[in-house]
């Protein structure tokens, strides 16, 4: 089945650094829809950016993150991280084939400090 | 447009006690979702339904789950004979359409003594 895979878990960094969350994926099917969710602290996830055209950069808020069929990823970055990007940021994946089920990531908690 | 309620907010429960959660999605919204959320395991798919029939309940555990849709309005998640591994944040979803975002409620926080 499709599966989606964030390889950190825990991000630390100083305010004014660059961000870059990783995110790759795993279908079968060739035009999937990739999402970025942002979580902050006692909030429910919501939506960052989404995206299904290949090689095309997708920004909001800051932050800009590419579909590379190619390599099956979908990072995440932004070039300078504030302290309010702390929170807990999820991939998701979902198919493109018609179906709404969506299968997000492990997730990657994101810790700005100043 | 007051988004995905949920209630209640919080519900603590007795070990063995059932537990009623209730989802009402954003208006027009063909698809639910219910996740729950851990910590220690993240946001984990329970199942979802579109156009109020269930159509994957992979993530249920099977035994003392269940979900229902009578109606467009509202989603209920129930969870039978409660154990203090259940508790955790019940999310509810809504989408409009395949491919579109999914809007999230404010959770029902679980706790089973």
């Known amino acids: 089945g499709d599966s989606v895979t964030q390889t950190e878990g825990l991000v630390t960094l100083t305010e004014g650094l660059p961000v870059m969350l990783n995110c790759t994926y795993q279908t079968i099917y060739s035009n999937p829809f990739l999402f970025w969710y942002v979580q902050h602290l006692n909030e429910s996830p919501r939506l960052l950016l989404k995206s299904f055209t290949d090689n095309k950069r997708t920004e909001h808020q800051g932050f800009h993150a590419t579909l590379h069929k190619s390599s099956s990823s979908f990072h995440l970055q932004k070039s300078s991280a504030q302290l309010s990007d702390s929170a807990l940021y999820y991939c998701a994946l979902s198919d493109g084939t018609g179906g709404y089920k969506v299968v997000f990531g492990s997730g990657t908690r994101l810790l700005v400090s100043p | 447009n007051a988004g995905v309620i949920q209630t209640p907010r919080h519900k603590v429960t007795g070990k063995g006690q059932e537990a009623t959660l209730w989802c009402e999605p954003i208006?027009?919204?063909?698809?639910v979702f219910w996740y729950r959320q851990t910590i220690v395991q993240g946001l984990e798919f329970l199942t979802y339904?579109?156009?109020?029939?269930?159509?994957?309940d992979s993530g249920m555990p099977k035994e003392r789950f269940s979900a229902q849709m009578p109606n467009q309005s509202h989603s209920t998640l129930k969870i039978q004979s409660t154990q203090p591994q259940d508790s955790a944040v019940y999310l509810c979803a809504s989408s409009r359409d395949w491919g579109d975002e999914q809007y999230f409620g404010p959770g029902t926080r679980l706790t089973v003594l």
């Open positions: 208006s027009g919204h063909s698809a």
């Open positions: 339904f579109r156009n109020q029939a269930p159509i994957d």
